[in-house]
């Protein structure tokens, strides 16, 4: 059985300072993993995805996330907050064979001026 | 290159009736996906085709909701009838046979039971 949980549901932040969300991941087998981006009213956005290459992925809007195996982790992070980054964040976890996709609950994440 | 298209984007119904809710993927993806958000929480499959198959309908309430994908095409997910605890944003999101984890998302369609 695969899950996902993501440490804090609002996280803050200055314009400028560092985004750092967390994401831990619990799977029976080699996962693939991502994190998906919710603005209001919209749907979801595929930011990054690491599906057994780099443990390393860099995604969209300056946004990266490293694999961690051993720390089943899978934490998000940007060097520096834009106001335009406020948004829901979901950490997702699915099978290699791409047939189920489990999300967290998201963070909402706010970028304080 | 279209993305995946819902409507209606809002629906207000009472409790005990029915409603229906429409999705048009991305044309040549194979899969596609329906989604249950509650507010505060993340998305909730509730079932997946792949093409006219069903590959997973295990949290989908059978009792009440419904989907169908016709020609491995358009999707119509129902409701009959609906209960308060219905009120979400459902998802459908689509995804190709090369890159079948890589989803693509519409806007939803938010529904409120009253």
């Known amino acids: 059985a695969q899950s996902v949980t993501q440490l804090g549901s609002h996280v803050s932040v200055s314009e400028g300072a560092l985004v750092l969300l967390r994401c831990n991941y619990s799977?029976?087998?080699?996962?693939?993993l991502f994190w998906y981006v919710q603005y209001p009213n919209q749907g979801l956005q595929l930011l990054l995805k690491?599906?057994?290459?780099?443990?390393l992925v860099k995604g969209i809007n300056g946004f990266e996330a490293e694999f961690k195996k051993s720390e089943t982790s899978f934490h998000l992070t940007k060097p520096s907050a834009h106001m335009s980054d406020a948004a829901e964040y979901f950490c997702?976890?699915?099978?290699?064979?791409?047939?189920?996709?489990?999300f967290g609950a998201g963070t909402r994440l706010f970028v304080k001026a | 290159e279209a993305g995946v298209a819902q409507s209606p984007r809002y629906k207000i119904i009472e409790k005990r009736q029915s409603v229906a809710f429409w999705c048009n993927p991305i044309?040549?993806?194979?899969?596609l996906y329906w989604y249950q958000q509650i507010l505060g929480q993340g998305p909730k499959l509730l079932i997946q085709?792949?093409?006219?198959?069903?590959?997973?309908d295990s949290q989908l309430p059978k009792d009440r909701f419904s989907a169908e994908r016709l020609k491995g095409v358009d999707s119509t997910l129902k409701i009959q009838p609906a209960k308060l605890e219905d009120s979400a944003v459902y998802l459908c999101?689509?995804?190709?046979?090369?890159?079948?984890?890589?989803?693509?998302f519409g806007p939803g369609t938010r529904l409120t039971v009253t």
């Open positions: 999101a689509s995804s190709s046979d090369r890159e079948r984890y890589e989803q693509y």
């Open positions: 799977s029976s087998v080699p996962p693939y």
């Open positions: 690491y599906t057994s290459a780099a443990t």
């Open positions: 997702a976890v699915s099978d290699t064979g791409g047939f189920k996709t489990i």
């Open positions: 044309s040549g993806h194979a899969t």
């Open positions: 085709f792949q093409n006219n198959g069903v590959v997973d």
